[in-house]
């Protein structure tokens, strides 16, 4: 009995719905400052759906995700001021100062790698925000990182979207098993240690 198949099949028909852009927008601003999921669940098939707007979501997804980083960054920023007084009294000051130090000397180059990373985006965005971090730095990089890593996709998507759909549809049943048998393989080692 298919399973994959059909959900792969309505996943295709969502990202084509009229909303789809607003939905994918919402979902790259939220995984820059709280949301785990990210916003490659929803762009990779609605650029699947409709190669010919691939270029036009990955600038939607970008500008989405840097503009929730901006966010992200003003709640690590505000949220650490009202902590500072007590870390300057313990013993993590001095670490937190090596942080710092590091984020004014490489946290372009941080952020612009985080931007392509599988960790959720928002750790390094609150991250930013809580070290003070130079804005334009941090916006310089998050562009580049969060652009580079979205356009990307819209072009390899576009380069083989026909039969990168076709062989997709054909393979997801075993894809969609194997990602269960994986999951369930590293669950249950997880609960055996």
Request: glycine share 8%; hydrophobic share 50%; no cysteine.
């Given at each position: 009995m298919p399973i994959f198949?059909?959900?792969?099949?309505?996943?295709?028909?969502?990202?084509?719905?009229?909303h789809a852009p607003a939905y994918l927008a919402s979902l790259s601003f939220a995984e820059s400052t709280v949301f785990p999921v990210p916003p490659d669940v929803m762009l990779?098939?609605?650029?699947?759906?409709?190669?010919?707007?691939?270029?036009?979501?990955?600038?939607?997804?970008?500008?989405?995700s840097v503009?929730?980083?901006?966010?992200?960054?003003?709640?690590?920023?505000?949220?650490?001021?009202?902590?500072?007084?007590w870390l300057a009294t313990t013993s993590y000051w001095e670490p937190f100062q090596a942080a710092q130090a590091s984020f004014d000397r490489w946290g372009f180059w941080f952020i612009l790698v985080a931007?392509?990373?599988?960790?959720?985006?928002?750790?390094?965005?609150?991250?930013?925000g809580v070290v003070g971090m130079p804005l334009v730095p941090f916006l310089a990089g998050s562009l580049a990182g969060r652009g580079g890593?979205?356009?990307?996709?819209?072009?390899?998507?576009?380069?083989?979207?026909?039969?990168?759909?076709?062989?997709?549809?054909?393979h997801i049943e075993w894809l969609g098993w194997g990602v269960v048998i994986i999951v369930s393989v590293v669950l249950i080692y997880l609960g055996l240690r």
């Open positions: 198949g059909p959900l792969y099949d309505r996943a295709l028909r969502w990202a084509t719905h009229r990779v098939p609605m650029i699947l759906a409709r190669p010919e707007r691939g270029w036009r979501l990955a600038a939607l997804t970008t500008a989405a503009l929730g980083g901006l966010v992200g960054y003003l709640i690590g920023y505000f949220a650490f001021e009202s902590i500072e007084p931007g392509f990373s599988p960790i959720p985006f928002k750790v390094f965005t609150i991250a930013s890593r979205f356009f990307l996709e819209a072009w390899l998507i576009k380069a083989g979207a026909v039969t990168m759909a076709d062989q997709i549809r054909r």
